[in-house]
C-alpha cells in the first residue's frame, strides 16, 4: 500500500526582493514594499511530502527521525534565521518564495533518498502559499 | 466532478512494537513510541468523497449518511480507545499514522455506495499527517 506522508517546520528569515537587471523605479514598480532596501522577514512554513509503500514491519513509509533529520540538517540549519539575499542559492537569483521553494526541493531531492519526494508547500504567510513537485526549470 | 470533505476528531492510545524485531531494534526504530505503557494523540481525520452533483438534491453525497457512517466505522471504533488492544487491524500490524490511515480507507470504503472515497488524511499532530488514496 502506498501512502502520502506529510510533516511541517517552521523556519524564519529575512530577504528583499530586487533584480539587478531592473531600475531601482521598475524594482519598486515590480515588488512594492518587498523592495524596501533594508528587508523585512517571515516565519516560513514548510511541508514536506514524501511518499512510498508501507513497510510491513514498521508499519512506516520511512522513519520521521530520518526525514527529521536530513530536513533539519539541510534545509533548517541552513535557512532559519538568515538573510537569504546573502545565501549562496540567491547570489543570482530573487529569494522569491517560487525560488525559495525550488531551491528547497532541489536540496532535499539530492539529500534524502528513503522515501520519493512528492510535494514541498510553502507558506510565506497565513495568506499565501506556493507548491512545488519537481521538473520545472530553475529561473534567474 | 466535485469534492467535498467531512472532518472529525477522535483521541486514542497506541504503542509501536514489532515482536519480530529485538529489543534494541525495536527501539531503535520507534524510540519513545515502543514504550509499551502506550501514548496517545488527538487525532483529527479529513474525509474526502468525490462525484458528481445530484441535479435534484445538489448533494455530492447525503452528508446525514456520512456523518453516520463516520461514526460507526471509525469515531466508536477508535474514539477512546487503545488502538493496539482494542481494534482489530492493529492486532497484527503497528498503529501508525500510515496504518491508520488505510485501516479507515478500508473501514469506509466498503461502506459507501453513494460517493467515491477520494482522499483519507489523519493528523496524528498539527505538523504530522498520512494521506491514503486507495493506492496498492
Known amino acids: 500500500m502506498k501512502a502520502h506522508l506529510t510533516r511541517r517546520y517552521i523556519f524564519s528569515a529575512s530577504h528583499r526582493l530586487h533584480c539587478g537587471d531592473l531600475s531601482d523605479s521598475e524594482n519598486r514598480a515590480v515588488y512594492g514594499k518587498c523592495n ?40 533548517l540549519d541552513h535557512f ?28 532535499l531531492k539530492q539529500n534524502f533518498s528513503a522515501a520519493h519526494l512528492e510535494k514541498v508547500r510553502l507558506e510565506e504567510t497565513a495568506m499565501n502559499s506556493f507548491e512545488y513537485s519537481g521538473n520545472s526549470p530553475r529561473t534567474g | ?50 462525484g458528481e452533483v445530484d441535479p435534484k438534491t445538489g448533494f455530492v453525497v447525503d452528508l446525514k449518511e456520512l456523518k453516520e457512517i463516520l461514526n460507526r466505522e471509525v469515531m466508536d471504533a ?17 498503529p501508525t499514522t500510515e496504518n491508520l490511515a488505510i485501516a479507515i480507507w478500508n473501514r469506509l470504503e466498503r461502506q459507501l455506495n453513494m460517493a467515491k472515497l477520494h482522499r483519507v488524511r489523519v493528523y496524528e499532530l498539527p505538523d504530522l499527517f498520512v494521506d491514503f488514496y486507495g493506492e496498492a
Open chain 1, 36 to 75: 524596501n532596501p533594508h528587508g523585512h522577514g517571515h516565519n516560513y512554513a514548510l511541508e514536506i511530502t514524501v511518499s512510498g509503500q508501507v513497510n510491513p514491519g514498521t508499519g512506516m513509509v520511512c522513519n520521521l527521525v530520518d526525514l527529521d533529520d536530513a530536513v533539519r540538517r539541510e534545509i
Open chain 2, 78 to 94: 477508535l474514539d477512546h480507545r487503545h488502538l493496539n488492544k482494542e481494534v482489530a487491524e492493529f492486532a497484527t500490524q503497528i
Open chain 2, 1 to 50: 466532478m466535485v469534492y467535498l470533505t467531512r472532518k472529525c476528531e477522535f483521541s486514542a492510545s497506541h504503542y509501536y512494537h514489532n515482536p519480530d524485531f529485538t529489543e534494541e531494534e525495536n527501539q531503535r526504530i520507534f524510540g519513545k513510541c515502543a514504550n509499551l505503557n502506550g501514548h496517545g494523540h488527538n487525532y483529527t481525520l479529513e474525509v474526502t468523497v468525490k
Open chain 1, 80 to 107: 532559519d534565521h538568515v538573510n537569504l539575499n546573502l545565501c549562496s542559492e540567491f547570489q543570482d537569483s530573487v529569494p522569491t518564495t517560487e525560488n525559495l521553494i525550488v531551491v528547497i526541493f532541489d536540496i
